[in-house]
């Protein structure tokens, strides 16, 4: 589950980088501050997408890391019993 949430996020996050990557040349004016990527971001409407795939990582990663400290766990407790 961790794994898939986390391609899924990293899927995500680059096919909107991608988007906005292919939207910036054709900007004429943006303000900095937020600058060019977050002008990009909110005049093609990808701030849901993006926001999702961080946290579709974030998630992923944090089930990989629990998973692995699980069976770390069991690894230890197992072996302290025999």
Do not use: C
Not at 31 to 54: H, T, W
Request: hydrophobic content about 55%; cysteine-free.
């Amino acid at each position: 589950m961790g794994a898939t949430l986390f391609i899924a996020g990293t899927l995500l996050f680059g096919i909107v980088h991608i988007a906005i990557a292919n939207y910036i040349p054709n900007m004429h004016v943006w303000s900095d501050p937020p600058g060019k990527f977050q002008q990009a971001r909110k005049e093609i409407g990808v701030n849901i997408p993006y926001i999702l795939s961080i946290i579709f990582m974030v998630f992923g990663f944090i089930l990989l890391i629990l998973n692995e400290v699980k069976l770390i766990v069991n690894f230890l407790i197992g072996k302290n019993q025999s």
